[in-house]
């Protein structure tokens, strides 16, 4: 009733060109050094700034991952809070959330302000 379905269309070697694995676009060389030519200081300036972020990005990993937790469990006492004290509960709640946002967002807010400094 099925029969043979497997038709062999090519075998892999077909389909892959020796040349293309491992080659990654990029632009040649000498146009990256007529751009080094054009904006010196500015390519000095990327790399510094590439630099310092990477120089602090474990630590604000590190922040980042540690804040999870730690508003989890100020959410918790806010809720408690809150059973006891409707105004300090919501307040606490609010505050929690913005400092939670604000320190999720801070990798990127840190890599900006490189750039910026960069110009």
């Known amino acids: 009733m099925w029969g043979n379905k497997i038709h062999t269309v090519g075998t892999i070697s077909d389909f892959i060109k020796a040349g293309s694995i491992g080659v990654a676009p990029s ?4 146009f990256q050094f007529a751009d080094w030519l054009i904006h010196p200081i500015q390519k000095i300036k990327d790399v510094g700034a590439d630099a310092a972020y990477n120089a602090i990005h ?3 990993d590190l922040l980042v991952a540690v804040t999870y ?7 918790l006492t806010a809720g408690i809070v809150y059973i006891i004290n409707k105004d300090r509960g919501i307040t606490l709640l609010t505050k929690t959330s913005v400092v939670y946002l604000l320190v999720n967002m801070l990798p990127m807010l840190v890599k900006a302000f490189f750039q910026m400094v960069a110009i």
């Open 27 to 30: 632009t040649p060389l000498q």
């Open 58 to 60: 474990p630590f604000v």
């Open 69 to 75: 937790p730690v508003a989890n469990l100020l959410i």
